[in-house]
């Protein structure tokens, strides 16, 4: 079912925040929070998942060793029509999660994680190899808080 256009109200908003915080909260938990009860909890958020605004649960996982041990947000300028095609390409690539078209200075933002700061140098130098990619600017995450 397509996305409608209903706002969420600040109940909504709560519901998202504390969904957000913890994912594997029950909707009995949701409902003592928010002042409500689990069915009305239920409801609401079955509601936002099927006008598009709840769009899925993680579980956010690191490993120790793992790929996230080198973590960046790199900002990308590109030049092409087919941003669709372009973004595809990029997250087909091992690494690249959590791409997003911005606005302002840069046309993406990308988190780019690798095991060694070697092969996060090898993705970006790849990336920056394509004829569509004008510019890149990485941040490396030093520290990671929640």
Known sequence: MPPTDRQPDDL???????????AR?????LGRVVGLSRTAVLARVQRLERDGVL???????ALPGSATA?????????????????VARLAAQPGFAEIETVTGEYDLIALVTAPTAGQLDALLD???????????TTWVVLTRYR
């Open 12 to 22: 909504d908003r709560r519901l998202l925040a504390l969904l957000e915080a913890d």
């Open 126 to 136: 790849r990336v920056q190899g394509w004829r569509e990619t004008v510019r890149t």
């Open 55 to 61: 769009r899925g649960y993680h579980a956010d996982v």
């Open 70 to 86: 080198h973590r960046a947000r790199v900002g990308i300028v590109i030049r092409t029509a087919d941003v669709a095609g372009y």
């Open 25 to 29: 909260a029950t909707m009995a938990d």
